[in-house]
């Protein structure tokens, strides 16, 4: 049994799809659940689209019009009128249309999760009728009655015993009679609210559905040819792994590389699955394996780097030290704004700290900190993060750039830099 993710890029519009479709074509005969991510840049539109509807913004109907013209244009490339396809579609939307007949919750969190979900409950109907138009059978699955999670909207925790009871009870039945298409990055609370898991969670989707039905891999399909020691959008000559260790790729994905979501690895590395990356346009490349044995081998550095940071530093009001009950409140806030640490460092009269800039989260963190303590900041920075360096590249790397805050260890230096 096989689990399949195909990300946004993938299936940014009707050539995607039908490629999506040649791709598992190739495996018939084998057990199939695939996972499918919103289409193309539908994610940020939906973003876009549940703060106008938050602040009452009068774009908020041109922004949904937009959304659903993208959607229609493909399938009207892919499907004829009388296809079933296209009233699947427009029910799904109906639910965005329910959603905002309503005054704004005051949760904004609970908001950009109801929204925001369309863009995959969407993009599998399209996938799931494009499969069975093809002649491969296929099944439509709503992910949010499997995956379940508590009430942490934006960021929901899996309750793995609730969701590996609920997968085990229907999929493996399913799969044997067809192809399962289901969502990525959503998951459902015991209240029928819709969750997200993250941006970009699909990947971790994929590897619970594994975990869970006992996979023999994962394949997240991408359009990079594997893993790559950097992005090779700012870094000419980079490397692609044919292999990794499970611990590299949890090392590289808790510093921010964008190929793998963060939580991916985890459940595959306790139930020993291997994670296959490979490019979607070349199905038959060997991609990057990930798994339990691999040997290392790292000819260039691997370099992560995270736009949109801010550095944030804390001092005590009263010029105290910072101490640990400091620590423990400032954490606190932290974790009640769900804002997760990047880099930090603590001196006796500051403590410093790097996280990914989002507005809404921000001001209502600043504000409460700024209560207690003196507060300043810088924002528009980058963290770069290097993993297995040499001197030689961090002086290329440092060179013409201001280092505000700097890290080293043993195997891994941080900069924050603008």
Not at 75 to 88: A, G, H, R, Y
Request: charged share 20%; net charge negative; hydrophobic share 40%.
């Amino acid at each position: 049994m096989l689990v399949f993710k195909f990300g946004g890029a993938s299936v940014k519009d009707a050539d995607g799809v039908v490629n999506l479709a040649s791709v598992v074509k190739k495996f018939e005969g084998n057990q199939l659940l695939i996972v499918v991510s919103a289409m193309g840049k539908t994610t940020n539109a939906l973003e876009k689209l549940a703060m106008a509807y938050f602040d009452g913004d009068d774009k908020l109907q041109a922004i949904f019009e937009d959304i659903k013209s993208y959607h229609y244009a493909i399938m009207e490339q892919l499907f004829e009128p009388s296809n079933p396809v296209f009233d699947e579609v427009a029910n799904t939307f109906v639910e965005i249309d329910w959603a905002i007949e309503d005054e704004p919750h005051d949760d904004f969190d609970f908001i950009y999760d109801q929204i925001v979900s369309i863009g995959e409950l969407v993009s599998t109907r399209i996938v799931n009728a494009y499969l069975n138009k093809a002649g491969l059978k296929s099944t439509w699955l709503d992910v949010r009655g499997y995956v379940q999670t508590d009430n942490t909207y934006r960021e929901g925790t899996v309750q793995w015993g609730k969701t590996c009871a609920a997968i085990q009870k229907d999929i493996p039945i399913l799969l044997q009679k067809s192809i399962v298409v289901t969502q990525g990055f959503l998951g459902g609370t015991s209240e029928n609210f819709t969750t997200t898991l993250g941006r970009e969670g699909s990947d971790y989707t994929a590897s619970i559905f594994a975990s869970c039905l006992g996979a023999e891999s994962v394949t997240t399909w991408k359009d990079v040819p594997g893993v790559l020691n950097a992005d090779p959008k700012f870094f000419e000559d980079t490397v692609k792994f044919d292999e990794l260790s499970y611990t590299e790729a949890i090392e590289m994905t808790y510093y921010g590389a964008s190929v793998i979501h963060p939580k991916t690895i985890k459940p595959l590395q306790n139930a020993k699955i291997p994670l296959l990356v490979k490019p979607f346009n070349e199905p038959e490349a060997p991609g990057t394996i990930i798994h339990e044995n691999s040997a290392n081998i790292f000819t260039k550095p691997v370099i992560i780097l995270k736009h949109n940071q801010v550095l944030l530093s804390l001092s005590a009001k009263d010029y105290s030290f910072i101490s640990e009950d400091h620590l423990s409140n400032i954490f606190r806030m932290f974790a009640q704004n769900h804002v997760k640490v990047n880099m930090m460092q603590t001196s006796a009269l500051s403590f410093s700290v790097c996280f990914d800039y989002k507005e809404d989260r921000f001001k209502k963190l600043f504000d409460e900190l700024s209560a207690g303590f003196k507060v300043k900041y810088n924002n528009s920075l980058t963290l770069i993060t290097v993993r297995h360096y040499t001197a030689d590249w961090l002086n290329e790397l440092k060179a013409g750039k201001t280092i505000l805050l700097e890290q080293l260890s043993r195997n891994t230096i941080q900069m924050a830099v603008k």
